[in-house]
């Protein structure tokens, strides 16, 4: 009798042991899941304020074209180089 039990007492802490693994395992896989998606948003928030950067270059790049233009077109009327100019 007294076998029998230790036997099913031994199998019974085996299968709690078990249990117990699965469930670090898959507590461990949620852990890396959310570190995982937290990298994630920084890198996509790193890009996003990049691109906006570059838009933002863009425009004043532009801007300055055009204002370029105009000054040139100005000069080639007047042939002068006041830089007071208000359109």
């Not at 099913?8 to 249990?19: A, G, K, S, V, Y």
């Not at 896989?29 to 906006?52: E, G, H, K, N």
């Not at 300055?64 to 105009?70: C, E, H, I, L, Y």
């Amino acid at each position: 009798m007294v076998e029998r039990f230790r036997k099913h007492f031994t199998r019974l802490l085996r299968q709690r042991d078990l249990i117990t693994r699965k469930l670090y395992l898959v507590i461990s896989m949620f852990v890396v899941i959310v570190f995982c998606l937290l990298a994630l948003d920084r890198f996509q928030a790193q890009v996003l304020d990049a691109v906006r950067a570059y838009v933002a270059g863009e425009g004043f790049w532009s801007k300055g074209q055009k204002d370029a233009v105009f000054h040139l077109e100005h000069y080639g009327e007047t042939l002068t180089t006041n830089m007071e100019i208000t359109r």
